[in-house]
């Protein structure tokens, strides 16, 4: 096959391939460097939770599902309200090159002009570099019973957060909490 035809087709494949990517679903992580949300429990109401995207989830979806995450861990436990006593996020930049095409060698002579002798050698291929960017989110947080304290801006309450955030939330582990 020739490279012009052999260019053009690894390039749509490229491209399908490159479609079916889609931004992580809310779920939970299957293992440590999977895809999700994860959590561990510290100690009575406090737990470490984080939630790692993809190259196409964004910085404020990867922290949006945090919250979200927290918000129904709180309800689940019980509680109406959580804080977030430490928080971060962190972005991971990943290159990523291909080489298209067959690298050759080439070597040739040119002819006798009123210019002189004509002559020269090159190895020819194709590199694309692309450059992806991975968001994950951490936080601790602590659930609380009662009525969330006004003056804390680092208090959220749990049912306010499910209602706030759930219609932008796209996962296959989603829970009605408009009905309890």
């Given at each position: 096959m020739k490279l012009a035809i052999k260019i053009p087709l690894l390039l749509v494949a490229v491209t399908s391939l490159a479609a079916c990517v889609s931004a992580t679903p809310y779920r939970q992580a299957q293992h440590q460097n999977d895809y999700g949300y994860q959590e561990q429990k510290i100690e009575q109401d406090r737990y470490r939770l984080s939630f790692a995207g993809n190259a196409e989830t964004s910085r404020q979806t990867v922290e949006n599902y945090l919250l979200y995450r927290a918000a129904e861990l709180t309800v689940q436990e019980g509680k109406d309200y959580f804080i977030v006593t430490k928080s971060d996020t962190e972005r991971t930049t990943e290159q990523q090159s291909t080489v298209v095409g067959d690298s050759r060698f080439h070597f040739g002579f040119g002819h006798h002009s009123r210019y002189g002798h004509h002559h020269g050698f090159g190895l020819g291929f194709n590199v694309f570099?692309?450059?992806?960017?991975?968001?994950?989110?951490?936080?601790?947080?602590?659930?609380?019973?009662?009525?969330?304290?006004?003056?804390?801006?680092?208090?959220?309450?749990?049912?306010?957060?499910?209602?706030?955030?759930?219609?932008?939330?796209?996962?296959?582990?989603?829970?009605?909490?408009?009905?309890?």
């Open positions: 570099s692309t450059s992806y960017d991975d968001y994950e989110a951490f936080g601790v947080i602590v659930l609380k019973s009662g009525k969330k304290p006004a003056d804390n801006l680092d208090a959220y309450d749990a049912r306010q957060v499910l209602e706030h955030l759930g219609n932008s939330i796209v996962g296959t582990e989603l829970k009605d909490y408009a009905s309890e």
